[in-house]
């Protein structure tokens, strides 16, 4: 079995990328966005973090998540979340895939993928290049021409305060480095 290692820095800043099970795209439907935001907004009062950037495909999220400067562990944060959808809003959400064997012994359900992709975030640079990855993936993928043109994304609180331009991502798509696309 792979021995992951991943990096526990107090206080960083990580892009993270959650797939579920078998990419099945429930992620964007009113249960599932009502899922996702009770579950953050839960998870936060026990586990403090913030969510600094945000976007909700049908099949994956990513989000930029920032923790209290003597905290390390945002894999708690992630399992809780991940939790809370499956106990309150499993059923509801009603997926239709079976569940192995392999999930049915360590007690998994159908709804999230087991793994999670992360990247602890180094520097200013690297942080506006998420936050732009993480707003131009709905045009990216071909769910809208523009990045404002996606309800599932915190891009108008960024134009809103005045980090993007009003027609960000609309004429060109931002520079981000090849290494930076999905790895999930």
Known sequence: MPNYRRPHI???TYFITQVPYQRVPWLCGDVGRQALREAIITVKKSHLFSVDAIVLLPEHFHCL???PSDDADFSIRLKLIKIHVTRHYGSVLNINRPVSPSRQK???????QRRYW???IRDERDFATHCDYIHFN???FGLCKAPQDCPFSNVHRFIAEGIYRSDWGQDESPVIPHDVWDKA
């Open 138 to 140: 709905p045009v990216r």
């Open 118 to 120: 992360e990247h602890w």
């Open 10 to 12: 107090p206080g960083g």
């Open 65 to 67: 998540l920032t923790l």
């Open 106 to 112: 360590r007690g998994e359900r159908n709804l999230w």
